[in-house]
């Protein structure tokens, strides 16, 4: 586990190089979105921050912990897990790099983590301590505004999230993926999960999943070839999402 600590002015030529290769991961990160490389280098070469390394499978964070540092996915990629009573494992969510990792409970009364964050390929996060996090946000406007815009999409995400579980129904919620992922007027999608992530995603089994679907396409609903799936029915999709 590689592990790099950078202090104040340092200008060794070969943390250097690996560090402006870091600066062009983060110009495409939305807490960054707005600046110039140049001006994250500004800004990573005035603080604390450390770099980690994992490999697959790896736990990162685990339930129940402090949030304590701002995480930044910078290669790679992480899943969000948690365990339900039943102990099934629910996968919660991806982020890709690169994305933030709980940036929603780094601030508030309860900033636990509520699920298990596991890597899922060779991955790369950024970690800018609470504090030293608080005195960036104070002392840049467009990383302050940027955090605020995560904190809000995040929330929105929440709330969709709290929508999709309430359907009882496993083909209420595949009507609902479906035509969240077709868009208003959309015909057709290509499902970008399997169907196996699908029943993780639902916090059912692959089966369950492919029996949905079959029945789905017996009911005029559907029709899917692979995961190809031709919306015939929006009406009747809508019908059962309780739209």
């Known amino acids: 586990m590689k592990l790099l600590w950078l202090k104040g002015h340092i200008c060794l030529s070969v943390l250097l190089n690996i560090l402006r290769m870091d ?3 983060l110009d495409q990160s939305p807490l960054f979105r707005g600046l110039l490389p140049s001006d ?3 800004i990573m070469k ?3 921050f450390r770099i980690r390394r994992y ?4 736990l990162i964070a685990q339930s129940g912990e402090k949030v304590s540092s701002m995480m930044i996915v910078t290669e790679g990629g992480v899943k969000g897990e948690m365990t339900a009573y039943s102990g099934r494992v629910i996968k919660i969510e991806e982020v890709e790099a690169p994305g933030a990792v709980a940036a929603a409970f780094l601030f508030g ?6 699920v298990n964050v596991i890597a899922i390929v060779e991955t790369e996060i950024l970690f800018i301590e609470k504090t030293v996090f608080l005195q960036l946000l104070k002392g840049n406007s467009r990383v302050l505004v940027n955090f605020l815009d995560m904190i809000s999409n995040r929330s929105q995400f929440l709330s969709d999230k709290i929508r999709f579980l309430s359907f009882k129904t496993i083909k209420g919620k595949l009507a609902h993926y479906i035509l969240q992922q077709a868009g208003e007027s959309g015909t057709s999608v290509r499902l970008g999960l399997t169907q196996s992530s699908i029943g993780d995603l639902f916090g059912v089994t692959r089966p369950s999943v492919s029996r949905a679907l079959r029945e789905m396409e017996e009911e005029g609903l559907i029709a899917a070839k692979g995961k190809s799936v031709s919306i015939t029915d929006r009406q009747g999709l809508s019908e059962l999402t309780g739209n």
């Open 23 to 25: 600066f062009y991961k």
């Open 40 to 42: 994250i280098e500004g």
């Open 46 to 48: 005035n603080i604390h």
């Open 55 to 58: 490999g697959p499978g790896d």
């Open 109 to 114: 009364r309860k900033n636990i983590l509520p």
